[in-house]
């Protein structure tokens, strides 16, 4: 046990200290509430930059550009990248290695790699409560990083203070892709890929749909920006648009922290309520005996949902 | 109102009756848990094939020639096609007409789009209540179809009793695809679109990461079955692999039943549970303000939890 807790540690930057917090959290291990409580009135200054697209879509060298380019302007950074891990490559741990690479020596940067699986809980909520330790570690921009169209992903990103959505060339093309629903989360498009062939018609494809859209006067309408992150071209230019969207969002800037102070008030309570009826409302094997009852079709959910109910509610009368 | 329960009307088979039952529950309009609660009885028999895959992979095409397929074989069918809509493109709708009009005709036949967006409660929640519907009604086959590597896409396919992904040539080259959540889920793999260049590199990509895995003597090793969903090539043989892992995977199929029957326990108490909250233990209004303390940081999650957590059993202690 370290002298100095945990969270005064977390506050002054330690990478140490943030990373077991994270795993606390993540594992959802002893203290993990805890702790959270303990960072929680820290935490509302950092930025929360959402990512996403297609596997294969360069994310995370884009991200990696994005980075570099923050760390000239002097931010201190925070990377969650949200790593969807087949058990038979073990993608997240590798990926986490290659990438940690580039920044090692970099303090102000702290890039975690989380597996989509294995998250007690979910993972908007791991990555919710990651968020919040970089944020309480004094980060002033936290970039997550998502693959995928899934309504889990777009739900992390959604809540994101801004949505970067990235594109290729070729995937954007046909009405398939561009309705997969990260249309409606992109605060701003980036076509990555740039230089391949097709890259202009992907930005007129993007620009066609969102022209069917219309925007009430002063309303945001998502830029378009073309990048090539093995290059780097176009990424000064993104974050120019993270900036003018940061300054045109400002006012609106409580609602996402409403809708994220929501979504873990919500997530808390039921896990908690799950909790309770596990460990102190049912007996024990007695939940695996109602499934196996609902799994023969010889009781319906509905009903077993009403009796639980029931019984929780009224252990605690007299 | 009918003067045949709606219930019975489903169990006839009559596609009106499956249409409004899915939209009662899918709206979670009232009724909708008396009348899950009133056909889950009549549920257990229909086969679950989930495909998922990346979007552009060309699983319409591919669902709808599996359907016309199953047909010839005389099963009666359902498809739910989890369509990630865009407000801008209302796709669901415009993907539900299309689809529609092929198999309108055929009774045997029902097809639901569900948008991603929108449902109470989530939408693994709303499509596993539309497959209880048509599972009710005696279709043999359902087919739930998702874009994506979402984890909920991914977790939808994963209660079904089998699942296809679906991958295109070039998509399935560089490990970033392979790895993208969806290798591990796959009980069969479809290479579609193989007629296009590459698609026997996506193959030996399949099988190259395949080959990473040591299967026990006897365990399942996921086929890769060659298809081209415009001409309806390979689609034969992709029925043939099902129909082998039917075969094969028979003495498990009561675990995939108790995964579901868990899940949709868990998600009906979680509803509950905040129901009750939010109408019967917090004054109106209230939860709230308790969000927006949280949202200032004058209150941390947990402690609100704490709080509402224990109003909630006590309110009913003398």
Redesign the interface.
């Known amino acids: 046990m370290n002298a100095v807790p945990l969270a005064d540690r977390i506050a002054a930057g330690d990478p140490r200290a943030i990373a077991r917090a994270i795993s606390i959290i993540e594992d959802e291990a002893p203290g993990a ?1 805890d702790l ?2 303990g960072i ?2 820290r ?2 200054r950092a930025y929360l930059l959402g990512v996403t697209g ?3 879509a360069g994310k995370s060298t884009l991200v990696d550009r994005l980075v570099a380019e923050l760390r000239r302007a002097g931010r201190s950074i925070g990377v969650i990248a949200v790593d ?6 073990g ?1 997240a741990i590798l990926g986490d290695r290659v990438r940690m690479q580039a920044h090692a020596s970099d303090p102000d940067v702290f890039i975690r790699s989380m597996a ?2 294995g998250h007690l809980g ?2 908007a909520r791991a990555t919710g409560e990651a968020a919040l330790v970089l944020d309480a570690a004094g980060k002033d921009l936290i970039i997550i990083e998502t ?8 739900d992390i990103v959604r809540t994101a203070d801004i949505s970067i959505v990235v594109m290729v060339p070729g ?1 954007g093309d ?11 989360i992109a605060d701003i498009f980036a076509v990555n890929k740039a230089d391949r062939e097709g890259a202009d018609r992907t930005v007129a494809a993007i620009d066609s ?2 022209a ?2 219309t925007f009430a006067p002063g309303a945001w309408r998502p830029p378009v920006v073309k990048t090539e992150a093995t290059t780097g071209r176009g990424v000064a230019e993104l974050l120019a648009e993270v900036e003018r969207f940061r300054e045109h969002a400002r006012p609106a800037a ?1 609602s996402r ?2 809708v ?3 979504f ?3 997530e ?3 896990r ?3 909790q ?2 596990e460990h102190t409302v049912l007996d024990p094997g007695e939940l695996d005996g ?3 009852e ?2 023969a ?1 010889r009781l ?6 009403d009796m ?2 029931r019984r ?7």
């Open positions: 509430a959270a409580r929680f009135a935490t509302g297609p596997p294969g969807p891990t087949s058990p038979f490559t993608g989509t699986r979910g993972l693959v995928g169209v899934g309504q889990d992903e777009v995937a046909d009405v398939q892709a561009l309705k997969a629903g990260i249309m409606e749909v969102l069917l859209q409580g922290q409403r994220r102070a929501e873990r008030l919500r808390i309570l039921q908690r309520f799950m309770h009826i109602i499934v196996d609902i799994s079709r319906d959910p509905y009903s077993a949902a639980i109910v929780t509610l009224r252990k605690y009368t007299v």
